[in-house]
């Protein structure tokens, strides 16, 4: 009687002492992953950084926006050029320059640049640029897709009270001097436009210029924004 049960062949042993509450005394949640490496290829980060404010989650999805929008731009270029369209292979090259530049992409926008001065001289010399633009872009884009998974987004809040016209009006100023700017902070702006406007029509109008922006196409953003009527 004094010993004790003997375990079943094929049961489960449980050590009590390891699921008591203390047993888990100093273990320490590991911190979530970080949303950009210390170091991205072809990417200065703190100067894409500083162009949105230092905030990592925005400059992550304008990263990721790029790898889809421009991922046929090089392919556009060329088709242009051989149709013998330079000024629409030109258009695509200074907006591509500008996108560039605003995420750090120092190696894309310079490669860019050699396009558009090869264009001037002759076929042989821009079929060479374009060649080297395309090695770039394909670098570029398989850095990005590098990136940690994209976390998931908090619940949206909606605003405590109705925003002043003032309000409104000073954060559409400073959009439309930012698009002017082609500056990829604009998008930071109107998705605080987005977060306090309530009105329905100028919600739809912004979701509009939302679309525009993804594709970088300032010029198209800044024309739909004073395009509103009031606004």
Not at 26 to 48: F, K, R, T
Not at 60 to 87: H, M, P, W, Y
Request: hydrophobic residues 40%; positive net charge.
């Amino acid at each position: 009687m004094g010993e004790g049960k003997k375990k079943q062949p094929g049961s489960l042993s449980i050590d009590k002492d390891r699921t008591r509450p203390e047993a888990f005394d100093g273990l320490v949640a590991l911190p979530p992953a970080p949303l950009l490496p210390s170091v991205l290829p072809g990417i200065d980060i703190n100067e894409g950084l500083m162009r949105v404010d230092n905030n990592p989650r925005r400059f992550v999805s304008l990263l990721r926006k790029f790898a889809i929008n421009q991922a046929d731009t090089v392919s556009a270029i060329e088709t242009a050029l051989v149709s013998g369209k330079k000024q629409h292979a030109l258009d695509h090259i200074h907006a591509l320059k500008g996108v560039s530049g605003n995420l750090g992409a120092r190696g894309l926008r310079q490669a860019a640049k050699a396009v558009e001065t090869a264009i001037k001289q002759d076929k042989k010399k821009w079929m060479n640029a374009v060649k080297t633009l395309s090695s770039a872009m394909e670098r570029l884009i398989a850095t990005i897709a590098s990136l940690p998974p994209a976390q998931a987004a908090g619940p949206s809040v909606a605003p405590a009270k109705a925003p002043q016209p003032e309000e409104i009006a000073a954060l559409v100023h400073e959009l439309k001097r930012l698009l002017a700017e082609s500056d990829t902070q604009s998008g930071e702006i109107l998705q605080q436009l987005q977060t306090i406007v309530i009105e329905p029509v100028l919600t739809r109008r912004l979701q509009a210029l939302d679309k525009s922006l993804e594709n970088y196409d300032f010029e198209q953003t800044l024309e739909l924004l004073n395009g509103i009527p009031g606004v």
